[in-house]
């Protein structure tokens, strides 16, 4: 069973920057890949960054392709969404998930577990 946390959403004034970090928690050698996702209120869920369990391959939206960066650590542990360049329509929860494959794509549905999500609110 993968467990998910995310952390370091906050406050922060447009064009600003955050880094989210995502802990995985699975008892098995190779971690799954992990997309970041986020939803705005009365939005559907918005697929933004993915990165394989080996972090050589990374996945971005054009929504926000060159001025977010997905990463991870060596042992898979921790996927890290660093954003720059925050305006205010990048409000919303912010979600990692636990792809059920080998090659993550955009879709919801292709992800099994997900975290409880963190709050990024961008001011203008």
């Known amino acids: 069973q993968v467990q998910l946390e995310e952390s370091g959403g906050g406050w922060v004034q447009a064009g600003g920057s955050l880094r989210l970090s995502c802990l995985v928690s699975?008892?098995?050698?190779?971690?799954?890949?992990i997309g970041w996702f986020r939803q705005a209120p009365g939005k559907e869920r918005e697929f933004l960054a993915a990165i394989t369990y080996d972090a050589r391959n990374t996945y971005y939206s054009d929504s926000v392709k060159g001025r977010f960066i997905i990463s991870r650590d060596v042992a898979g542990d921790t996927v890290w969404l660093q954003m720059n360049n925050l305006k205010p329509e990048d409000s919303a929860i912010y979600y990692c998930?636990?792809?059920?494959?080998?090659?993550?794509?955009?879709?919801?549905?292709?992800?099994?577990?997900w975290g409880q999500g963190t709050q990024v609110t961008v001011s203008s």
């Open positions: 998930a636990a792809h059920g494959g080998l090659w993550p794509g955009p879709r919801v549905d292709e992800y099994e577990h």
């Open positions: 699975e008892n098995t050698v190779n971690k799954p890949p």
